[in-house]
């Protein structure tokens, strides 16, 4: 006797849950219940629960009975010829989609060899365990779960081809890489997810070995030709906006070259690419500060009394220009209407980027890294045949991480692109390593993958073989070009005179609370008041009430506020912000009385 | 002698008396060699002035601090010790509290008793003993509405009580309560005239817990060889009590609580076991920090006389600056309070002149200029 609920709504009882739920599986094993549906039964509360909600993380599995799984090799084949399809083997009940709960009740074997009289269920491919990306990374079984995971994570922000219609495409920061290709060690998820529509990497040659120092902590050395040749090239695009907004009172921006007269004109020259509609002309150069956009929008604060005000009137510049530290080609200008009628032009940047040092790489096992040099071939280590690699990665990222499957992808690539063929590495049924070092013995190499290689140069040969094969690496989208910044002076806050944050806003590094303390701590006192007056200022103070008095610019005099101009009144050099703490504490109905002292 | 004379002002005391110690047969030209060596090099090694030795302190215990956040040993040891270690002890230690998580005692003892005489009864008898934990039935008569205790015979025995100890102490706790011994019963009955039953069952559950022998708050016992003699460690503290007892050798018997050490022993102790806790975490981290940098923050605590914590109620409460404590916790409260009673900035320390941008008083801040005007 067990209760049954529904969706967590008690429905019923019935007498033998077992022979319920069996009878309920096999309804919806022919269809006649929907396979949407679930069903568990609860051994410690001896309830049966229904589940048919929406929010269930659910995944399929090939039934099985007694120990013989319902998909058969006629099912294979009917499915290859495309007789059968993914929905009819789930219609007719050979494969099952469990919830989270019912997955409680199966016993699932990994792999068919596994298969006894008690499993009711088969998974579809070991491999399923993974997501998407993680089962592209290649001989995954072979490396610790952890690496396997940055693998993926690291695939995510690689730079490929991430659709076709990109050209009519107004994306925000999009990155494309311009000779993709198909790696030669793949997975069968590379299959499924079709590769070759949408590659992200590149094959090259990668000699395991450091180089002069350029190469350690995770750097990488790369070789100049390979970078002409095209290895890397990407292309970066992003659009600019500009839309004629529509005010209270008929007021309207303008798409146009503003006039001179307008508040904020910038200069002629940064105009110089806008054509008489206001927009820049296709394949114009762009760098930083040039206006992409020209317009102008309506005075902000328009009251009644600024009609008779002819200063007032003036319209106000709010062109779009390239941001600090961009430039780039127009690639597109698209002029249309938004949803509200309002003019809307956009334009597109496009800016090709050449690796360079700085920028970001990556193989698939996790194992990425920044250019550290970039060596003219003439350089580069060769061998005998005349090889040289296109990468040189350090030796030293391999024992620590144990992400041997990079190294396996190493061989399987030098033995693939011999022989002209694509690699197996599918994740737990790949072609076995053991046949791939044969191969590359049969092809005439060292069974091991390493050659013997001659420094570039000084032409000696190098007193130990070197580790060479062929990989598929892959550019992220983290380039330097979009982080390098630095500052001497710049734009600073309004309200506290200090220097604004961040890149975007030309910005200063911060020399925080604790790097404060290192200079106190060396007993660099002077050097610390020096590195903190980016807001120093000279204020006035009234000797006899100790607040901060005026100093009138015209007359040259200055006076106190509240005990007039017969006082002693001494300049102080403070900082900004201290100026500002001082105002604080008066609007707090503090009294910050200073006494000034000589200091000498 | 005189050479001695002449140093007596240079040198500290007890370096002075470990010199004269080891230059007992010398003659005096030597020892007046040796003692201006010694003075020279005492001079090396003393702090120069104008060296921000409490900054230096605090980042030399901060730095391993942050390295002790990712190690997950905070909570290692035996389930039935358990005691706070890692970060959260360095932090109760230095927050000065007054109830610290684990309180914990190692009682030396004297001989005979530190060779392991009768260690396991006196262990036992330094132990808080509760009614519930010698008692084997408790039941309530509904028609008396008295509470029926029977007692464990066995066990009143090992902490070394009697029946009647045990009713002594019922009567003396147990107020507003008739305490009667029938053979192997205890009969308790309330006093007031109106039998309440309800009121007799909540009379059951506070008996429950009186106090019958030991030390009251040391709820653990454990006895250990450390070395060739036997020690007892406790969980729980009472410093007072325990050093009453004439098997205790009162000399060498800790807690790890500070404050109870400050209050029994007086500041000096406290100061000596803020340092000895102190490393005793970082050691058993594996890190290494000089002893020096926690002796001053140990001074720091204690110099007042009394124990303070690194809090804004404790050492910051206690800085001349009123920006400097503004700049620490609770600004507007600092504020308000110096604007009622007009407080005076001297701007004397660090941080007010590094909010004014003026050169902080260390290092090259230091040194003014010192001239004769003609």
Known sequence: ????????????????????????????????????????????????????????????????????????????????????????????????????????????AFTEKDLKAEHTH???????????????????????????????????????????????????????????????????????????????????????????????????????????????????????????????????????????????????????????????????????????????????????????????????????????????VIDFVMLTENEEGNKLVQVRVRDQRIPEIGDKFTSRHGQKGVIGLIVPETDMPFSASGIKPDLIFSPHGVPSRMTISHLIELIGGKVGALSGRQIDGTTFHSEPEAELRKELLSLGFKENGTETLYNGKTGEEYNVKIYVGNMYYMKLKHMVANKLHARARGPIQ?????????????????????????????????????RFDSDKTVVPVCEKCGLIAIHDEYKNTKYCPICGDDVDITNIEVSYAFKLILDEFKSLCVYPKLQLKNKY | MKEYKKYRKRLPLSLLEEVKEKTKDMPEARVNKILKEVHKEYRKAKVQAGESVGLVSAESLGEPGTQMTLNTFHFAGVAEMNVTVGLPR??????????????????????????????????????????????????????????????????????????????????????????????????????????????????????????????KNIKQVLPV?????????????????????????????????????????????????????????????????????????????????DLKGITRYGVVSEKASVLARASFETPIKHIINAALVGEVDELNSVVENVMLNQAVPVGTGLPGLVTKIK
């Open chain 1, 122 to 328: 088969l998974e579809i491919t070991p491999y399923s365990m993974f997501g998407l990306v993680a089962s592209l990374v290649p001989y995954a079984n072979f490396t610790p779960a952890a690496r396997v995971n940055m693998g993926s994570k690291n695939q995510r922000q690689a730079i490929g081809f991430y659709a076709s219609n990109y050209l009519v495409r107004m994306d925000m920061d999009v990155n494309l890489l311009h000779n993709p290709q198909v790696p030669i060690v793949k997975s069968s998820m590379s299959d499924i997810y079709m590769d070759e529509k949408h590659p992200a990497g590149q094959n090259i040659v990668v000699a395991v070995m450091s180089n002069d120092g350029y190469n350690m902590e995770d750097a990488i050395v790369i070789s100049k030709s390979s970078l002409e040749r095209g290895f890397g090239r990407s292309t970066y695009y992003r659009p600019s906006t500009a839309e004629e907004m529509r005010y209270s009172g008929g007021l309207v921006d303008e798409i146009s070259v503003p006039d001179k007269e307008v508040k904020g004109y910038k200069s002629e020259e940064d105009y110089r690419l806008l054509e008489n509609d206001g927009i820049v002309y296709p394949e114009a150069k762009v760098e930083e500060d040039d206006v992409v956009i020209g317009k102008t929008s309506p005075p902000r604060f328009l009251s009644s009394m600024d009609e008779y005000n002819l200063a007032a009137a003036t319209r106000r510049e709010s062109s779009i220009s390239m941001a600090h530290g961009e430039k780039g």
């Open chain 2, 225 to 305: 060889k450390r070395g060739n003699e036997f020690i007892i460690i406790t969980s729980g503290s009472n410093l007072p009590e325990i050093l009453e007892m004439k098997e205790v050798d009162t000399s060498r018997t800790v807690t790890n609580d500070i404050y109870e050490i400050s209050r029994i022993l007086g500041i000096e102790a406290a100061r000596a076991v803020v340092i000895n806790e102190v490393s005793k975490v970082i050691e058993a981290q594996g890190l290494n920090v000089d002893i020096r940098h926690i002796m001053l923050i140990a001074d720091t605590m204690c110099f007042s006389g």
């Open chain 2, 90 to 215: 360095i932090i109760e230690i230095l927050d000065g509290r007054k109830k610290i998580k684990t309180p914990m005692m190692e009682v030396y003892l004297k001989p005979p008793y530190n060779k392991g005489k009768d260690i396991k009864k006196l262990a036992l008898s330094i132990k808080e003993t509760l009614l519930k934990e010698v008692m084997s039935e408790i039941s309530v008569d509904l028609a008396n509405s008295s509470i029926e205790i029977i007692l464990d015979k066995e066990k009143v025995k090992d902490i070394g009580a009697t029946a009647g100890s045990i009713v002594k102490a019922l009567e003396k706790q147990a107020k507003g309560t008739n305490v009667k011994k029938k053979e192997d019963t205890i009969i308790i009955k309330p006093k007031s005239k109106e039998n309440h039953v309800a009121e007799a069952y909540k009379l059951k559950e506070k008996i429950k817990n009186i106090y019958i022998k030991g030390v």
């Open chain 1, 494 to 530: 309004l309200l506290t005179r200090q220097p604004t944050e961040g890149r975007a806003k030309e910005g200063g590094l911060r020399l925080g609370e604790m790097e404060k303390d290192t200079f106190v701590a060396h007993g660099a006192s002077l050097l610390l008041k020096e």
């Open chain 1, 1 to 108: 006797m067990s209760e049954v609920y529904l969706n967590s709504k008690y429905i019923g009882d019935v007498e033998e849950p077992s022979l319920f739920i069996d009878q309920f599986k096999t309804e919806r094993r022919k269809g006649s219940l929907s396979n949407n549906v679930n069903i568990f039964y609860n051994d410690l509360d001896n309830n049966v629960y229904i589940e048919s909600s929406k929010g269930r993380a659910r995944r399929p599995l090939i039934v099985v009975k007694d120990g013989i799984p319902l998909l058969t090799e006629k099912h294979l084949e009917q499915l290859e010829k495309g007789e059968l399809s993914w929905v009819d083997l789930v219609n007719q009940g050979i494969i099952e989609y469990l919830d989270a709960a019912e997955e409680e009740n199966a016993y699932i």
